[in-house]
Structures are given as C-alpha cells and as structure tokens.
C-alpha cells in the first residue's frame, strides 16, 4: 500500500549532483508522487556525465523527457538551461516557490 502523495522538489547545486538528482526525481516519479526538478547555478553538463558512463547524456536527456512526460516541471536559473526545456526562474523566484513543496530533496 502507498502512502500520501508528496509535493517534492529535487534540487541539483553542481554538476556532480545532476545525474544523481535526476534519477531520485524519477524514482519517486515512479512512486506516484509529484516531482519537480531544479538545476541550481550552472548550465547541464554532458561531458561530465559521459564520465560516469559512456551513454549517460542520452540516458539523462531521456530520463529528463520521462520526468516531463510524467507531470514533472524542469527548473533552473541559468538561461542556458532554457534549451534543455527548463523554465528559467529568477532566485528570488525559487525560493518562492520551494516554499510551495511539502519535501524538498538538496543536492
């Protein structure tokens, strides 16, 4: 049996954190919570991540489509970040709306 639904928002603040973050946004995806998810302070990197695995910037540019497919909003406060389809926010504007979770998961 399930629990409540949780209102969570996952939050990545370096690139070393992205995949990591990611993949705990899918998990409770999966668990039928609703996830959103905030790359914090730099542009997504794809070099680091073909670092951890040879096919892990497709992997993560599908998980983030999945994230999306599944109800999840994609947030950031770098422009850059505007390509990979993130909602680009102020940090003013963050910080309002983290307010607005009941988990908010740091990384």
Known sequence: MRGEEEFIAVVAKDKEAQFEA???ALGAVLEDHKVDLYIL???LDFDYMKKICEDCDEEFKDNLEFLTDMGG???SNVKENEKYNFKILSLD???EKLKEYSVVIPY
């Open 73 to 75: 909003n994609l947030y």
């Open 22 to 24: 990611l993949r705990v």
């Open 41 to 43: 302070n730099y542009e």
């Open 93 to 95: 504007e963050i910080v």
